[in-house]
């Protein structure tokens, strides 16, 4: 697995998809890309040391060394949008939060810390959490606390066409 990137091209009433490009690759595999909010960074997780880290580097990519974010594991990576800072999941499935500063063209992580929550749903390689678009609130799937939930949990219902499934609902009245 090895990150690619794919320009967007606008013909002034659409927008098309240009030539994919790779964008980094090693023998190692690279997964989970998120851009930072103003696109100038792309965070990842690479197995490239052993267990999965996540790891920033400029955009478009200039070459240099990667900066690692999480120690002891990490992967699914999401950027805050409001604060200097990079949600991303443990390898115990806790949330962690790093806070990072710019300095001209380099990314210097400053301070890794937990999350103090309980540790999230297993979901393997599946991501089991997103940042709402302010940064204010985490949406997580969690494990179950009892046997009753532990039996609703393996039920799921997706509804799509939320929208037109109502207004039909509605209209039948």
Known sequence: LDLWTMPLVSTGTEIQAGTPERFFGTPAMEAYPAFSPDGQWIAYASNESGPYEVYVRRFPDDGATAVQVSRG???VPHWSRRRKEIVYRSETNRLMV???RIDGNRFIVELRQA???APLAN???LANFDLTADGEHVV???PASSAADRQA???VTVVVNVFE???QR???R
């Open 165 to 167: 499934e109502m207004r």
């Open 140 to 142: 997580a799937l969690m």
């Open 73 to 75: 594991g990490g992967s």
């Open 115 to 117: 999350w103090p929550s």
């Open 153 to 155: 949990a393996t039920h």
């Open 123 to 125: 979901t393997g390689v």
């Open 98 to 100: 790093a806070s990072y």
């Open 170 to 172: 509605n209209s039948s």
